[in-house]
């Protein structure tokens, strides 16, 4: 799955192996920055190149991370010097930093297709509410629904709806008193089902039912994971906290992996064929671009240049069709 793989291993997940084709190279051993020919050996690009491209970690590495076990990862720690540790975990923090980017992407990707919404400045914020609120009455677990989706929803919600500012705050509940009072009578004695029909702010409130069944409970702060990377560059290098550190961001890939999982699956559930048009859109108007700007410029007998533009192409493209597969994962 190209939005999967992409959310939790880079970009390098697919363009290693477009390069590797390029060299001879196939399999993992394309996954491998090692594997992959110096520009003075023939190669597309330096290590030096993808390091600084792709991230220090490979996605093989990144593969043997996620599908290692606890068990594994002690023995590993236990034959890390000190310096590899340290090394091992600033690349794996660097590589936590961009996933999390990537996977707040994926998110929103999900959500508009979990709300059955239009895309990012499409969909207005009332036409997000009023999709939350139709999806709330079909997932509700009174009335037949997943509770795991239910409690889902609401993530996807937080994603989309804006805060209200402060000063609105005032205006708004005076406005909802005044809605209520105005309303109280031409509501009554209407029937149940109507209401649920309308989806109209006073027939469900679905934030209330999220309330009840979903008590908030404290959480960490969402920068907390920055300042521990920030602890264990400036302080003198101790290694019980390296250590944790280390067992810690082998967690977090795993739950990385598990959570765009679980947003690639509400994606294809939400599948409509809007979307794969846009993404294919996308793919086309980087091609006419490329092919416009660049190979109309491009001489005969001029392999060199051919090379430096066959190697552009593979590298922009595959970051365009990275994109658009994280957009569109089906």
Known sequence: ?????????????????LLGRVSGIDGKESLEYSSHPQRA????????????????????????????????????????????LQEEVLALQDWREKAMGRLKTLEKRAAWAFLGVAGEGVASQAEIKKAFKRRALELHPDKGGDADRFRLLQE????????????????AKDAKKAEEKGEKKETEGEDDAEEEEDFSDDSWDADEEFRKMFPKRKK??????????????????????????????????????????????????????ATSADALRQLRKFVDRFAATELQRLKENDPKKALRLLRRFLEQGSEVLCAAGALDPT
Not at 1 to 17: C, E, K, M, N, S
Not at 56 to 74: F, M, N, V
């Open 1 to 17: 799955d190209v939005a999967r793989a992409v959310t939790l291993f880079g970009a390098g997940v697919v363009v290693l192996p």
């Open 41 to 84: 050996s023939g190669g597309l690009m330096d290590r030096l190149d993808l390091e600084l491209k792709f991230g220090p970690l490979d996605p093989q590495r990144l593969i043997s991370e996620l599908t290692g076990t606890k068990e594994a990862l002690e023995k590993r720690l236990q034959r890390l010097g000190n310096d590899e």
């Open 156 to 171: 996807m919600r937080d994603l989309l709806v804006e805060p209200k500012e402060p000063h609105d705050l005032e205006g």
């Open 220 to 273: 960490k702060p969402k920068r907390q994971d920055d300042a521990e990377a920030e602890e264990l560059k400036t302080q003198d290098f101790h290694r019980g906290k390296f250590e944790a550190a280390r067992r810690k961001l082998h967690r977090q890939l795993r739950d990385a992996w598990s959570r765009a999982s679980r947003l690639t699956e509400e994606i294809h559930r939400s599948h409509t064929s």
